[in-house]
């Protein structure tokens, strides 16, 4: 029996098993086959590839974040792209008009956002349908998705359900943090389970299930330690590993092909904005103020910070923008972002802003920023650093730099002599 056949046979397995308290450990050992199958599906269908990047998908990263516009063909995500970006893309009324992914950068609020027009995938992407794999893979590396929906659609097609069980299969979890839950793998001892509030998804005997579901992946030893109320599924993907976790939102485009009734009900959708790219409708032109880039502002989770030194005007026209979902948004952030001499040599910061308590404040490298706060970063005198115990070791490294460049310039030099 294939692992297809498997998964279809659990699947059915699930659908018959009524759902309650005594059924709950049956269940989350299927889910926890279930998810095991899959995982080895992908991997078994992604083991010919030649392990390189698939040729018109490896798009170098560039800008303060990424955003992958997801959708099936046809739903004028490449029209749109080119409303937030400026960027040129093929745009025709047959499907499949887009066939590799084409980046592109919008400009918001002083930063820049890499926007990438991904070819449309279909039912069974996840398995590879389509050039589903690359395309899906491409938003595992975004750092926010945008689900592109055909408003005339979406009520006979379920196009949203399609395309979240299509993510949600390879490992995406969409508007979802993850669960707080530590997982040590250990040697020996075995599979101990604890929690420290009680859990009401985990059936009646929590250490039993989480011990089967480590058993369904060969693994004897773990500690677990519950801090909320989990699910079966939670604690898969805890035990699995490779999960990421997105920021979503969902775009439904041609709402002037719908009624105000049917354009109310998407409104009210979770994560969701109603909009027409062709009339313009919640969405502008690339340097525009929009509700959509809005929304994608919010969702990215970035802040404007503005830079001081001692004595001067802060500069108001480039700011330093700070991503949530990578480095952070606190002063150590801000640091890395500008020069990791300048993390080094730390002493202490002035912030004026929203998340000062008064103006101004000093603080240290966690303090969290807000957005457009004024940042004057303060480093440590030459007597300061002579006190740091790593002091010896610093010069050292920068001797051996300087005498290194310094031969290799001499070398280079006589190389050019002896021609």
Not at 18 to 36: D, E, I, P
Not at 155 to 179: D, F, K, Q, S, Y
Not at 289 to 303: S, V
Not at 387 to 396: E, F, G, I, L, T
């Amino acid at each position: 029996m294939g692992v297809m056949e498997k998964i279809k046979e659990i699947e059915a397995e699930m659908a018959r098993t009524q759902k309650n308290k005594a059924t709950n450990y049956h269940l989350g050992t299927l889910k926890a086959k279930l998810a095991k199958l899959r995982n080895d599906l992908l991997i078994e269908q992604g083991g010919g590839g030649g392990g390189g990047p698939s040729e018109g998908f490896d798009v170098a990263r560039l800008g303060d974040a990424r955003v992958a516009l997801i959708g099936f063909p046809s739903v004028g995500k490449s029209t749109l792209q080119c409303k937030l970006t400026g960027t040129e893309s093929e745009a025709a009324a047959y499907e499949f008009t887009t066939l590799t992914c084409i980046p592109g950068t919008m400009h918001y609020k002083g930063s820049k956002v890499q926007v990438l027009d991904l070819p449309g995938i279909i039912e069974g992407a996840a398995h590879g349908k389509g050039r589903g794999k690359e395309v899906i893979a491409c938003a595992r590396n975004a750092d926010a998705i945008l689900i592109v929906l055909d408003a005339g659609k979406e009520g006979l097609n379920r196009h949203r359900e399609i395309l979240e069980c299509e993510l949600e299969t390879v490992g995406i979890r969409l508007n979802e943090r993850p669960p707080d839950v530590t997982y040590t793998k250990k040697t020996t001892g075995g599979v101990r389970f604890a929690s420290t509030l009680p859990l009401t998804k985990l059936g009646p005997d929590p250490q039993k299930l989480a011990t089967q579901i480590c058993r369904e992946y060969r693994i004897t030893s773990a500690d677990l330690l519950a801090r909320e109320d989990i699910t079966v599924d939670q604690l898969v993907d805890v035990i699995v590993g490779n999960r990421v976790y997105k920021p979503c939102c969902y775009f439904y485009n041609k709402i002037d092909t719908i009624t105000v009734e049917e354009v109310d009900q998407l409104a009210r959708m979770p994560h969701s904005l109603v909009g027409s790219v062709a009339k313009k409708f919640n969405i502008g032109e690339p340097l525009e103020e929009d509700p959509l880039k809005a929304m994608i502002w919010d969702y990215l989770g970035l802040t404007r910070i503005y830079t001081k030194r001692k004595g001067q005007q802060p500069d108001l026209n480039e700011p330093v923008v700070l991503s949530a979902i990578r480095k952070g948004t606190t002063v150590r952030a801000l640091c890395q972002n500008i020069s990791t001499q300048m993390l080094r040599d730390f002493n202490f910061a002035m912030v004026w802003g929203k998340s000062a308590k008064h103006s101004p404040q000093r603080c240290g490298v966690n303090h969290p920023l807000e957005d457009e706060d004024v940042v004057q970063i303060v480093t440590k005198t030459n007597a300061q650093q002579r006190q740091d115990k790593n002091y010896q070791a610093m010069v050292q490294g920068f001797s051996d730099k300087y005498h290194k460049k310094k031969f290799d310039a001499k070398k280079k030099k006589q190389g050019k002599l002896r021609r």
